[in-house]
């Protein structure tokens, strides 16, 4: 089935569509899902297959493809849709797609007018939330859909987050970078002082000293 975007019935959403329903798969069934999309979302719907807040989804991940060799924590939080989503709400609709780091020019962003300088967990949690319910198939926003159950996702995010510290740094300092622009800690000079004036006060005595040097020929002038 072809997504159509600008649908507003989302009835062709979810588990009824394969690009969808591949995000929205859990981690781990992802491939059971590529490989049998159809007899996967019958399961979804008579409750054969059971997904809950705790089967993380596709676009939490950079690399959409499972692989059970590697850490989940790889790529996890990084996934392209979920940043779109997140550029979307914060930074505005320009900048969702973009390919580089930072904001753009142009209308005053959401981020900018509440004073979000920083992304956080909970700001994660929130657009990944919204993020699944757009590529659901629910026609109005639910906090439950079938046995998921939003809150519960959005704390377990916030969890994730929590029990590993090191994670959690590395994470955000991927997440600044990208919506903000900013660098990591690690790479900005630890440099805090500097040497010397500015090239501005340095411009004003230059200039205070050319005026002193003219009063005084002004006044040998005089004498």
Known sequence: MTL???NKNKGDRGFNNETTGFLISPRQLSSEFAEHPMDFARDIREARTVVCAGDLMNFLWKNLFYDPKKPLAKGLMKGDFLLAVYRHLNTGPRTALKTSDGRMAGRESIAS???LTKVTPRSIAYAATLARFILNDQQMWADNDHRFRGEEFFRII???FRNDPRWAKSTLAWWNKRVFDE???SKVSKFKGRVGPTTEA???QERAAAQDNDG???SDGDS
Do not use: A, N, T
């Open 4 to 6: 159509h975007p600008g």
């Open 202 to 204: 340095l411009l004003m």
């Open 216 to 218: 005084d020929d002004s």
């Open 158 to 160: 916030l969890r994730i």
């Open 113 to 115: 007018i509440v004073g």
């Open 183 to 185: 660098e990591p800690d």
